[in-house]
């Protein structure tokens, strides 16, 4: 059974040009946690869009200049069997790279994978998903939609429209092409609105906004929370009420309704 997992991982990486698996050793830096990592590298081409499901740990992606994927793995766990009973596959199909963490057995969920991937900066991103960790992404393209059960999510310098939603963890995103939606349970948003194509909302049920809107958006606004008043940055909109305020930017073609439950609001221009 040694290294079963990762080798079974290796083994449904189609495009994989190499590897390098670490023997499991003590975390000396995490308790007597064991830990084990390793290297990866994949041809993608300049269309191999990208998708990822970690179950229990961050995902972070980085665009890098280089025409293949690299992907970093780090399996936390309390004993050597969990951390084998944990495996990182990989699979590139339909012009698609998919990374998907599984866990075999019981013992395996008490044991955290961390995932760090460098991809081409023209290839698309496409989905990136954990049940349980933060995901970070910057300096990347494609249309992305990041969504967590329980993480932060952080956008920066991504050439295309982002769908962002997260039931416990604060969300930022800033440089981005365009906006599709951005939903927080619980955290606070930090969000650069570009460009919408199609209605957006952008709420939170327990947190504040912050949100920079384009001098050439085209949209009909609406600003709503429970309890505390609106702030407005070089932005006409008008009160309707003492926690509400909505107005027409542009041609007002779409909506954009921002709403927090328990929290503050504040609109400004994004900087050109």
Request: aromatic share 2%; with cysteine.
């Amino acid at each position: 059974m040694e290294r079963r997992a990762f080798i079974a991982g290796v083994a449904a990486g189609f495009g994989l040009v190499g590897g390098c698996l670490s023997p499991i050793q003590v975390d000396n830096g995490n308790g007597n946690r064991m830990r084990q990592t390793e290297h990866r590298t994949h041809d993608v081409g300049s269309e191999t869009s990208l998708r990822v499901h970690n179950r229990n740990g961050p995902v972070t992606v980085r665009g890098h200049e280089e025409t293949t994927a690299t992907l970093d793995i780090e399996i936390r766990g309390p004993t050597e069997r969990s951390i084998e009973a944990v495996s990182v596959k990989t699979d590139r199909s339909d012009n698609r790279l998919t990374v998907t963490t599984k866990y075999d057995q019981t013992d395996a969920e008490r044991v955290d994978v961390s995932l760090l991937i460098g991809y081409p900066n023209g290839a698309p991103i496409e989905r990136l998903q954990t049940n349980n960790g933060a995901i970070k992404v910057r300096d990347t393209a494609g249309d992305p939609k990041l969504a967590s059960q329980n993480g932060s999510l952080s956008v920066k310098n991504v050439d295309g429209t982002v769908a962002l939603s997260t039931n416990n963890g604060s969300i930022v995103a800033r440089d981005i092409g365009g906006l599709r939606g951005a939903t927080a349970s619980n955290g606070s948003i930090e969000i650069d609105v570009p460009s919408i194509s199609n209605d957006v909302a952008v709420h939170t049920d327990n947190g504040r906004i912050d949100a920079a809107l384009a001098r050439h958006l085209n949209a009909t606004v609406t600003a709503t929370t429970t309890h505390t008043p609106i702030d407005l940055h070089d932005i006409a909109l008008t009160d309707d009420g003492p926690t509400t305020v909505s107005g027409t930017l542009g041609k007002g073609t779409h909506t954009l309704t921002f709403e927090t439950n328990n929290g503050s609001i504040d609109l400004r221009r994004l900087s050109a």
